[in-house]
């Protein structure tokens, strides 16, 4: 899927947590992306502390160094802070670039994934940069999920809860016969 989105874009902007480095999902985007379109890393350390311009900056002189224009396409592979960070930058590189969003925690795939809200803190605050910059995807792949411990997996199960509470029966009724399975870090259970 990753690779369809690339198709037809000369280069693809991947900015992915550094302590996915190494590793099978960062090998799997990367391998998916270079049939689509010559691809550059730029990587983001996701903590909180490190969600600031200074990060942004760090992708844009990545970008800048492969020559990114408006016609690249910037892909967010990590966890909510990478996912706001990335977005952030594609929000102002050439005033917008296209971007994909590839969620690798539950609580990103529940809530920072969505609605295109992407921001940094400064030391004024958190999220008081910010912009709303719509990816024109989001690629989540449960099989991420296994690679979490087991508290962070159940932290984004509570943000889910918390969204079918607000306004989605049907997806309420899911993680209730599901319960028992999600507890037990088992993802898939509540996939349609």
Do not use: Y
Request: negative net charge.
């Amino acid at each position: 899927l990753l690779a369809d989105e690339a198709e037809g874009r000369p280069l693809v902007l991947l900015c992915a947590d550094v302590a996915l480095r190494g590793g099978p999902l960062v090998e799997r985007a990367q391998e998916s992306l270079a049939r689509a379109a010559r691809v550059e890393v730029a990587w983001l350390t996701a903590r909180e502390s490190r969600k600031t311009l200074r990060a942004c900056e760090t992708a844009w002189s990545a970008w800048a160094s492969a020559g990114a224009g408006r016609d690249a396409l910037v892909v967010a592979l990590g966890g909510g802070i990478v996912s706001d960070v990335a977005g952030l930058a594609a929000a102002c590189w050439h005033r917008g670039v296209p971007w994909v969003i590839a969620p690798t925690t539950t609580l990103a795939m529940a809530d920072a994934a969505l609605g295109g809200k992407v921001a940094v803190n400064t030391r004024a605050g958190k999220n008081l940069v910010g912009a709303i910059h719509h990816p024109r995807a989001v690629l989540a792949d449960l099989d991420a999920l296994d690679t979490l411990p087991r508290a962070a997996f159940v932290e984004g199960l509570a943000e889910a809860v918390k969204a079918a509470v607000v306004g989605d029966a049907d997806l309420l009724d899911v993680i209730e016969r599901s319960a028992r399975a999600l507890r037990d870090g088992d993802a898939a259970a509540a996939a349609p």
